[in-house]
């Protein structure tokens, strides 16, 4: 009781508001696979929070193997509103704040730009601090969301695989993170990095990351470890068979702007 009590009146240190939210999709391919349900829970810096959930018409099949996990069948989505009909709603109550979430930096936060990247929105996470409990969770105990909501709060996870729950689960778990260890400062700048796992990504998904030098490189491939100035240099063909292929469109975006970046560089250099 004396726990929950703690939960219940801690307040997370906030200079902006933060958005705690769970997708439930068709799949687990960024690229590929769309959103089924959304659900966002918003902490406002005065302890005050506003929620909303979707559901969303994929414009894609629900394989049956999903619909086992999370029960949203085609036919509950087929009147739902599709995520272009939505996606300005979703962004009035996301912009201009911080992203938490359970695999967020991984999954959700990387589809979800997909998705404003289709409907033609700049999506962007630059000044946006990321926070992902998953790895907060892993780095200090290594479990799954139902475990570490057992672990942490004392208390089953109902309804997992529904948006909505493990939205709450998620943000309840993050409170229970801060209260349990000291290494944990509540701060969201620090509980950001702290949930980063090996080199910073600069692209979500993971494809960029920064270096010890704080410098762009590729993580996959036959350019795996070099700069992104390296491989302009070397190979500027590279990054348009990148564009044609099959990567996510916020990794393509990132990677635009820095081939942009490079050839003014280089037209000053000369």
């Known amino acids: 009781m004396e726990s929950f009590l703690y939960l219940y009146f801690m307040k997370l240190k906030l200079k902006k508001p933060i958005i705690f939210f769970d997708l439930e999709t068709t799949g687990v391919n960024i690229v590929k696979d769309r959103i089924v349900e959304i659900s966002i829970l918003k902490i406002f810096p005065n302890g005050n929070k506003e929620s909303k959930t979707w559901l969303v018409n994929p414009t894609i099949p629900i394989p049956q193997e999903t619909i086992d996990i999370h029960g949203i069948t085609n036919e509950k989505v087929e009147k739902e509103p599709k995520f272009k009909e939505i996606y300005e709603d979703v962004l009035a109550l996301i912009k201009d704040c911080d992203l938490a979430g359970y695999n967020s930096n991984k999954f959700d936060i990387p589809l979800l730009a997909e998705e404003f990247l289709r409907c033609e929105y700049d999506f962007s996470i630059n000044n946006i601090n990321t926070i992902d409990v998953q790895n907060i969770f892993h780095k200090l105990e290594q479990r799954t969301l139902s475990a570490a909501y057992k672990f942490?709060?004392?208390?089953?996870?109902?309804?997992?695989?529904?948006?909505?729950?493990?939205?709450?689960?998620?943000?309840?778990?993050?409170?229970?993170?801060?209260?349990?260890?000291?290494?944990?400062?509540?701060?969201?700048?620090?509980?950001?990095?702290?949930?980063?796992?090996?080199?910073?990504?600069?692209?979500?998904?993971?494809?960029?990351?920064l270096n010890n030098k704080n410098e762009e490189i590729i993580t996959f491939g036959k350019y795996k470890g070099k700069t992104i100035k390296e491989i302009y240099d070397e190979n500027p063909g590279y990054f348009s068979w990148i564009n044609q292929a099959d990567f996510p469109l916020y990794t393509k975006k990132v990677l635009k702007d820095l081939v942009i970046k490079i050839k003014l560089q280089n037209k000053f250099e000369d």
């Open 152 to 209: 942490y709060c004392k208390k089953d996870l109902e309804n997992a695989h529904s948006a909505e729950a493990d939205t709450i689960a998620t943000y309840e778990i993050l409170l229970a993170q801060i209260k349990k260890y000291d290494e944990l400062d509540n701060d969201i700048k620090f509980l950001s990095q702290f949930s980063q796992r090996g080199n910073k990504s600069v692209d979500i998904a993971g494809f960029i990351k």
